[in-house]
C-alpha cells in the first residue's frame, strides 16, 4: 500500500478539527458577552424603578385623600380619576433617562409608574399598596425589553380629629 | 551467507515506509497554520473576561455604594457636608471629601481597590423639587352621594404643591471610574432616587 502523503492527510484533519473547536470556543465567548450586559442593564433599570416607585409613594402620602376618593371611582366604574392620579401625571415618568451611562453601553431607560393598587379593603385599617413601574429599553443588539418592577407597600388610613 | 543474484534487485527496490522530512516538515506547518486562528481566539478571550471581570466589579462597587447611600435617613448626607465630619464608610471605602455644603452634594470616594480594579468613586446628591398633577375632589360633595364619583366635586387635576417643593427628593448618582491600560478611561454610572417617606 503507498502511504505518501498520509501526514498531510492527517495533518489536514487535525487541523479542520482545531478550527472547530476555535469557531465552538468564540461562539461560546459572543454568548458569554450578553449575560454581563444583561447584569449590568439590570442593576440600571432596578434602581432607577425603585426611585420612581419612591416618588409614587411620596405622592400617596402627599395626596393620600385624592388617591381613596380615585380607587373608590374606579370601584364605582370610573377609573378615570385614577389613571389622571397615576398615569397622567408627568412627574411619575422618565422617558429617555441616560444619566446611568458608562463608556460600554450608552442606552436611554424609560421607566413610568404603571399602576397603584390597593390589594386589600379593610377600610381604616392596615391596607398594602401595590405600586408597579414599566421599564423599557433598547439593548446594545437592538432588541426591545420591557420589565415590570413592584413593590408592595403597607399604609394605614387614619381618621384626623 | 550468500545473496543470490536473484534477490538483491529486490531489497533495493522495497516500497518505502514512515513519512519523509518532507511531509512531516509540511504537516508540522500545516497544523502551525491551523494554531493560528486557535492562539488569536484565545488572546481575544483573556482580553474580553479581563474586560466583562472589570464591566462586573464595576457594577458591584457601584451598587454597593449606592444602596449604602440610600440606607442613609433622607438629608442627612447634604446636612452633615462640610460639618463635624462624618465617621461612616460606604461599602469599606476610604475616607472622603465633600465639593459643596449646601443643596447638592459631591462626595469623592476612593481610591478603592476591589479585586484587580483599581478606582476612583463618587456620589452625586442632587436635590429635585417635586410637583405632582392631582385630581381634585370635594369631600363634602363625596359624602352626600357616595355612590356616583361624577358628582364628587372633581375640579380638574392640579399641579400641586403649587410651588415646587424642595427637598423632599433626591437623586443619587454613583460614578466608577478607571483606567484600562488598553482601552484609556473607563467608567460606569448607576442612578437612583430617594424621597422624604413618612414612616
Known amino acids: 500500500m503507498n502511504k505518501r502523503g498520509t501526514a498531510l492527510v492527517m495533518a489536514l484533519i487535525f487541523s479542520v478539527l482545531l478550527l472547530q473547536m476555535a469557531i465552538a470556543y468564540s461562539g461560546m465567548l459572543r454568548a458569554s458577552k450578553p449575560q454581563t450586559m444583561q447584569l449590568e442593564e439590570a442593576a440600571k433599570y432596578d434602581l432607577l424603578a425603585q426611585g420612581l416607585i419612591d416618588k409614587a409613594i411620596l405622592k400617596f402620602q402627599l395626596y393620600p385623600g385624592e388617591f381613596y376618593a380615585a380607587w373608590q371611582a374606579l370601584k364605582l366604574g370610573h377609573p378615570e380619576y ?9 412627574n411619575l415618568r422618565l422617558p429617555d433617562f441616560d444619566l446611568a451611562s458608562s463608556t460600554f453601553t450608552g442606552q436611554k431607560i424609560s ?10 379593603d379593610s377600610h381604616w385599617n392596615q391596607e398594602a399598596l401595590r405600586i408597579a413601574a414599566n421599564v423599557s429599553y433598547v439593548t446594545q443588539t437592538g432588541k426591545n425589553v420591557d420589565k415590570t418592577i413592584v413593590k408592595i407597600i403597607s399604609v394605614k388610613r387614619e381618621v384626623v380629629k | 551467507m550468500s545473496i543470490t543474484p536473484s534477490t538483491l534487485p529486490q531489497s533495493r527496490h522495497r516500497p518505502p515506509r514512515g513519512f519523509t522530512l518532507t511531509e512531516i516538515v509540511l504537516a508540522v506547518g500545516l497544523l502551525a497554520l491551523a494554531f493560528l486562528p486557535i492562539i488569536g481566539v484565545m488572546g481575544a478571550s483573556v482580553e474580553g473576561t479581563q474586560k466583562d471581570e472589570e464591566i462586573i466589579t464595576a457594577v458591584h462597587l457601584a451598587q454597593t455604594l449606592l444602596n449604602t447611600a440610600l440606607q442613609f435617613p433622607f438629608n442627612e448626607l447634604p446636612t452633615k457636608a462640610g460639618g463635624a465630619g462624618p465617621t461612616w464608610t460606604f461599602g469599606g471605602a476610604t475616607a472622603f471629601t465633600y465639593k459643596s455644603s449646601v443643596g447638592n452634594l459631591t462626595l469623592n470616594l476612593g481610591p478603592l481597590t476591589v479585586g484587580r480594579l483599581n478606582c476612583t468613586a463618587e456620589l452625586q446628591i442632587t436635590d429635585l423639587p417635586v410637583q405632582f398633577r392631582v385630581p381634585l375632589y370635594t369631600p363634602a360633595m363625596k359624602a352626600s352621594d357616595s355612590t356616583d364619583p361624577t358628582k364628587w366635586g372633581w375640579s380638574g387635576s392640579l399641579n ?3 410651588v415646587q417643593l424642595p427637598n423632599h427628593y433626591h437623586r443619587y448618582l454613583v460614578i466608577v471610574r478607571w483606567a484600562d491600560p488598553r482601552r484609556g478611561p473607563r467608567f460606569y454610572s448607576l442612578a437612583s432616587f430617594k424621597a422624604r417617606l413618612v414612616d
Not at chain 1, 111 to 120: C, D, R
Request: charged share 15%.
Open chain 1, 111 to 120: 421607566v413610568a409608574i404603571a399602576s397603584m393598587a390597593l390589594l386589600t
Open chain 1, 82 to 90: 385614577l389613571t389622571e392620579y397615576v398615569l397622567n401625571d408627568p
Open chain 2, 160 to 162: 400641586l404643591p403649587k
